[in-house]
């Protein structure tokens, strides 16, 4: 994972640079450093050019441009305090021969501690002294100009860096990061992550400049990922957010920052879907979403088609959206393209049928074409009750009641269907005839159903059970809730809960709730407990403690 | 209550008889011998008449009728065959001068000696033997051929009686007559009553006669009825076995019989709803249905009427099942009229609208007058989320996307909804724009959403969690389970599971279910429990037991 593989590398180039073996150090840096936004690692780093330029005589202009570079990255970590002042002294120590070489130094130090004293960080207050004690030394005159100038924004900054401090206290940047556990200090972590990116979103700086206010979400974003790469939720936030900086500069008017920040926003994605959410659908869709609000409909094809190339994965939702897109975007003749390679992919699954034909009778108003589809999937997927309900519930819609009877038929009679998945099938059949049937057609359907019910499971006596059926509408019961369990519904009922195809995250739901209404305690076994009698005399033989004894063990083999 | 009605009656006979109040004895048995088949009640009530009339010229008479009486209501009971020997003794004590008379003697002994061997009871043995004896005091010629020809049905009754006996056992016959309390006792006897019932269904005496195998069947469900009378299922169930024994009796061409069976039919359903069951529903609709079938439809229309016009209890379903029989005997026209009784009714819920619409939609194709139903219902029901999805279900089945936009977009913006109950509105709102829309579309929607759960929970940075609504498909989601519970999906489905106007019955089995999972154990309370130490040497001052010590309690307050 990403975070391991960054000790891995900050403890390696530790070794490496140990060993002197500045080629693989070198290597390393290109490959991890832009990536990795460490603090501990980009000190490292400047160790490394110190220690090894240190001889050049391009020392001085590589080591400037290092701690420009390490500024740019990682000058907003709160923890950045050492490499500004290394920077200024580093500055400081430049020999400079002749006043016009001292007054470049001093511009160059000056403009370094400026942009310092206005940066949230720990140790903002002595960055500061040492500033006004730089400004001093040079000339007391302008001295208390300059720093009066600054003074405002530093005491905002220092603010700002109060609070910073704050947000960011309890967050590990040492969490590996692995896949969620949901254990309660992954939540945690989470939640204080997710407080410390708001508080940035919050513009604390109370800064006018959106770019400035983006760029400083966007690396709490990254600090972020680093621990929580493998939240989807981090990476689309991330993504969203630039999308709705975009959105904001580009209403300002400033059409290069909106154009940059929106390309930002598609690396973001590229990089999820690249790295460690490679077969995370979600971050796929949002992607070509994302894309398709843009207009880059070809952009948008390509990411569906990467999706569906990937093998261990199931194509179907990826189709389902990808022709959704393709509806959306180009029309029904495009989308059709696409259901015709769900039909090839023998990966595809019977949702895509659903999918489509519903498209077709919705979007399209082609109610034909839909019932082809329907009766197409049915060659496929007749023995998955789950196919069989969608294109019941579709062909009741069309108010057709000799269809839709045939189809009942068709469908219980093909045998293809296993007798304890067919029982919601037969229940709603009986809630169709008893919509439109007679009385004899109810009593009919019904006794087939009891017959089925007879297969799967014990139901000896339980007739009554069974008209409850007949009787019930949306949520009134002919009984109390009392007797339809004395009857035996419950039973009934319990039987087509389970098998009903439901959605597993909803039964997942109902059933963790569940565990939190009852939690389940560690109970200490109580068969040997011996009942304690209080007694102002404990009688010899007995196990006397203070005030009463405890009456003799059972003997061994008596319980 | 029937049963308890039922011990204070033999109390008070048992009281009057001892003070001789004969008038009030007399009205009490007329109320209600026929009514509780108890045997230990008709044996008083035969003693009753020993007692009573024992000096009128016409005791013989009389007691002759009563042991008859008693044999035809109670002399299936397991415990019979003292009536059955007391009135073999009565008959062979009553004088008989001539040989004229003893023969009428005779032939009337006998006649009740052949009925009572042939009738499965506990002594059925002794009973033959006194027989054989009889006989054989008679006329040892005859005799044997006598109770030859009787020999093999008295073993077949025999073996039976056996039967008998086992599948009655452990029936409490004393069982207080009270609704269903679900508790494990009763279903427990709940079990062994339908054995029995079952038992007497499957024909044990292997007869041919189906009239015989009814009235045993029914005697079993009288009896059962006096202990389960609050138990909707026995009643349905002794009603539908007369049904389906007069359809057998039909069927062989006895039209006598199968009519008498059908009107007993009648009689127990009629008996039912004015007695324990008069406000069961089920039972008015079984009643009514039986009717239907019968072709008696003025009859219904009073079953019905009679459910309708009773205070203090939801007329709703009542209706919604009055309309469907009208519809189904007499047409749309018929049912329309029920629907106007029902809208003139206040206590009426929303269900009769959604009923009568979609019967208007499906039966009678009338789109427009579906339309007009749901539109009235809307104005009265406007409040109330579950009639609203309904409507919404109904025109979305219509697919014409505007009107139904339109709908959504009334019903959301009317401020009658609560924000908590809005929620499921909006999902579906959301489903039905990712099917036809255009992303802006779904967009729009998506925050407009968002906006409405913001305000009834807090939802802060759980953007990702609305996003999946976006992607999923039946049961298909664009992340894995854990993704997504660590991005707090599972908290915005647990809102629309709590939210959904599901049905309380499928919610009361699930939480059944799960309760038998993890069942609730009382526990301990070991706050204060000492850990044991074994110790070879105890110190004083500790609490020593055998073996070791505990520790000293620990001081009060230091827990």
């Given amino acids: 994972c990403q975070k391991k593989e960054q000790y891995w590398k900050i403890k390696l180039c530790i070794n490496v640079l140990k060993a002197k073996n500045f080629e693989r150090v070198e290597k390393l840096f290109q490959r991890c450093l832009v990536k990795v936004l460490n603090i501990d690692l980009w000190k490292l780093y400047l160790n490394y050019i110190k220690d090894t330029k240190g001889s050049l005589p391009s020392y001085r202009e590589k080591m400037a441009q290092a701690y420009d570079f390490a500024l740019d990255k990682m000058g907003m970590d709160i923890m950045s305090y050492q490499i500004w002042a290394d920077y200024v002294n580093f500055l400081k120590s430049v020999e400079a021969v002749g006043s016009y070489a001292e007054n470049q130094r001093i511009t ?15 140790n903002i207050e002595i960055f500061w002294k040492e500033y006004c004690a730089y400004e001093n030394s040079i000339n007391p005159l302008i001295a208390k100009k300059m720093t009066e100038d600054r003074g405002r924004e530093y005491m905002n900054s220092r603010r700002v860096a109060k609070e910073y401090e704050a947000v960011t206290r309890g967050i590990n940047k040492n969490m590996p990061s692995i896949p969620p556990m949901n254990i309660p200090e992954e939540a945690t972590q989470v939640d204080l992550w997710k407080k410390y990116i708001s508080w940035e979103k919050s513009n604390p700086l109370k800064t006018e400049d959106h770019a400035l206010i983006t760029r400083r979400v966007m690396f709490a974003y990254e600090q972020c990922l680093l621990c929580l790469g493998h939240h989807p939720d981090i990476w689309y936030e991330a993504a969203s957010y630039l999308e709705h900086s975009s959105r904001i500069l580009t209403e300002k008017g400033d059409q290069n920052a909106g154009k940059m920040f929106a390309d930002e926003a598609a690396a973001i994605y590229e990089r999820s879907i690249t790295t460690l959410m490679k077969s995370n659908m979600l971050l796929f869709f949002a992607y070509a979403d994302f894309e398709e609000g843009r ?9 569906y088609k990467r999706f569906l190339a990937m093998q261990d994965t199931d194509p179907t939702l990826g189709y389902i959206q990808y022709m959704k897109f393709a509806r959306r975007a180009e029309g029904i003749k495009s989308a ?4 015709k390679m769900a039909r090839e992919n023998n990966k595809t699954k019977y949702q895509v049928y659903v999918a489509a034909a519903l498209m077709e009778y919705y979007c399209s108003k082609e109610k034909n074409v839909a019932l082809k589809i329907f009766e197409l999937g049915l060659k496929k997927y ?4 789950e196919y069989a309900l969608c294109y019941m519930d579709f062909m009741s819609h069309l108010n057709e009641d000799n269809n839709t009877r045939v189809l009942y038929e068709r469908v219980l009679s093909s045998g293809q269907i296993l007798p304890e998945k067919s029982i919601e099938i037969w229940s709603r059949f ?3 005839e008893s919509e439109v049937g007679d009385l004899a057609c109810i009593q009919k359907v019904e006794k087939r159903r009891a017959q089925a019910i007879e297969k799967v499971q014990e139901f000896e006596d339980k007739d009554t059970a069974l008209l409850i059926d007949r009787y019930k509408y949306i949520d009134l019961y002919p009984c109390t809730q009392t007797e339809l369990k004395a009857i035996g519904y419950y039973d009934l009922v319990k039987q087509q809960v389970v098998q009903a195809p439901s959605s597993s995250v ?22 040997q407990m011996l009942p304690f009698k209080p007694k102002a005399v404990v009688l010899p033989g007995s196990h006397p403690v203070s005030g009463g004894e405890f009456p003799p063990p059972p003997a061994a083999g008596s319980l």
């Fill in 382 to 385: 007749g023995g998955h009750p």
């Fill in 108 to 122: 160059a130090v000056r403009k370094v501690y400026q942009r310092g004293v206005v940066n949230p960080m720990i």
């Fill in 430 to 432: 009986l809630a169709f």
């Fill in 506 to 527: 909803t039964k997942a739901v109902m059933i963790e709730e569940d565990n939190k209404r009852q939690p389940e305690y560690p109970k200490p076994d109580v068969e």
């Fill in 336 to 339: 059709r393209l696409v259901f």
């Fill in 295 to 303: 207009m880059k409909y070809e952009k948008v094809h390509t990411i």
